[in-house]
Structure formats: C-alpha cells, structure tokens
C-alpha cells in the first residue's frame, strides 16, 4: 500500500539539519525496499523546508514507522509530519 509522507520543518532547525544530515541520508538508503520516491522539499531560494517520501508499506503502523525512525524524526528537524494513504493512478518513472 502506497503511503505520502509529508514533513515540514520546524522553524531554526538548519543546525540541528546539518547535524543529523548524514544519519538521515543513510536511513534512506537503507529503506530501499519501501522507498519508492523522495527528496527535499525547497523554498523559492532553494532552501530546504521539509520532504517529501512516498512508501510502498502494508500498512499506516508502518508508514508511521518509516517516519519515526528517521533520524531527522528523532532530533525535531520535522515540525509536523503528515501520512495519507494513496493510490496508484499514474506511474511515469522516465519522468523522473
């Protein structure tokens, strides 16, 4: 089952963000097998302000689950984190 997880920042995290950036890249490599996309989300000056993930997972527990363990979860660079389940409508990976 397909799962959005949108994250927005908290507001003064950019140390917190370099900090943790390491950990955060290497949890995301290693959830390969159920990350289907993600990526930084930017301002108009290219300034990170949360992500973006989409998750292939059986269910919302474990969406919930991706979320939280990943280490920008653990040190409060995400203010809020948002999971809805969606379907698959349309999928173009050349796009990308």
């Known amino acids: 089952m397909l799962f959005a997880v949108h994250c927005v920042d908290a507001k003064g995290v ?3 963000r ?3 950036l390491a950990p955060h890249k290497d949890y995301l490599v ?3 097998r159920i990350l289907v996309v993600g990526g930084a989300l930017t301002d108009a000056a290219d300034q990170p302000v949360g992500s973006l993930y989409i998750v292939n997972v059986a269910d919302r527990a474990a969406a919930e689950a991706f979320a939280k363990n990943d280490p920008f ?3 409060g ?3 809020t984190v ?3 389940a969606m379907r698959k409508s349309h ?3 050349g796009s990308a």
């Open 14 to 16: 950019d140390a917190i």
């Open 77 to 79: 660079v995400f203010g």
């Open 18 to 20: 370099s900090q943790y």
């Open 73 to 75: 979860t653990a040190a």
């Open 30 to 32: 290693g959830q390969k």
């Open 82 to 84: 948002t999971i809805t």
């Open 91 to 93: 999928w173009n990976p």
